[in-house]
């Protein structure tokens, strides 16, 4: 069976500087998507960044990229110029082309200070 | 508006209750989907539907049950409410035609059974 681990439970970043979050999975399949959501104190589910794992290059949106790293079945997000407003529960998801179920792992409270 | 709401978006409920939690989407997708969260657990799929007449249940979808009134309304019912169904409920959509495979999720139902 499929799954996401997220190793740590809480993080903590200052205002500016830069933060990574880790995620690692278990599949067996070779084509599928990972996700990072982001779910802020209105509990909103807001999709960070997607990446497909047939891509070798890493997903960028703005602040946000991520190092996937197939072989080892990691998909770290990486926050760069980290800002108050990312203070939040950061969820990691996978998804295989086969199936159409969100797998999460167990979320990463980030803190921001200023 | 919102493309995908939720009713209510609380709500205290004594055991042995029957509730009704629902959602709504203007988002024009076939595929529907409720989700609960737990703290330190992530979130995990009760059941699923691709269309009206297609539900499938998720992991946990003992003690609940669904109802897909049309294209637009996807209903989780609890027909005897019991405290370890407190939790955070997400309903979510998808349009697979879109090739993103992402899923857009309501704002939530935070239901406390006492």
């Known amino acids: 069976a499929q799954t996401v681990t997220q190793s740590q439970p809480e993080m903590s970043v200052q205002e500016a500087e830069t933060v990574t979050l880790s995620c690692t999975y278990d599949?067996?399949?070779?084509?599928?998507?990972l996700f990072w959501y982001k779910q802020p104190p209105s509990r909103q589910m807001i999709l960070v960044i997607r990446q497909e794992a047939y891509k070798q290059q890493n997903a960028t949106e703005n602040r946000f990229s991520v190092n996937f790293q197939k072989a080892a079945k990691s998909f770290s997000l990486k926050i760069s110029d980290s800002q108050l407003g990312d203070a939040a529960m950061y969820f990691c998801?996978?998804?295989?082309?086969?199936?159409?179920?969100?797998?999460f792992g167990t979320g990463t409270r980030l803190q921001v200070f200023p | 508006d919102a493309d995908v709401t939720q009713t209510p978006r609380n709500r205290i409920t004594k055991t042995g209750k029957r509730i009704m939690l629902e959602c709504s989407q203007t988002k024009g997708h076939d595929r529907m989907y409720w989700y609960r969260q737990d703290p330190g657990l992530g979130l995990r799929l009760i059941y699923y539907s691709f269309d009206v007449k297609d539900i499938n249940k998720g992991e946990i979808s003992d003690g609940y049950s669904v109802s897909r009134q049309a294209q637009a309304k996807f209903s989780l019912s609890l027909e005897s409410a019991i405290p370890n169904q407190t939790a955070l409920y997400f309903c979510?959509?998808?349009?697979?035609?879109?090739?993103?495979?992402?899923?857009?999720f309501g704002p939530g139902t935070r239901l406390t059974v006492t």
């Open positions: 979510a959509t998808s349009d697979p035609v879109a090739g993103t495979y992402e899923q857009y």
């Open positions: 599949t067996s399949e070779s084509d599928y998507y």
């Open positions: 998801a996978y998804r295989t082309l086969h199936t159409d179920k969100l797998i």
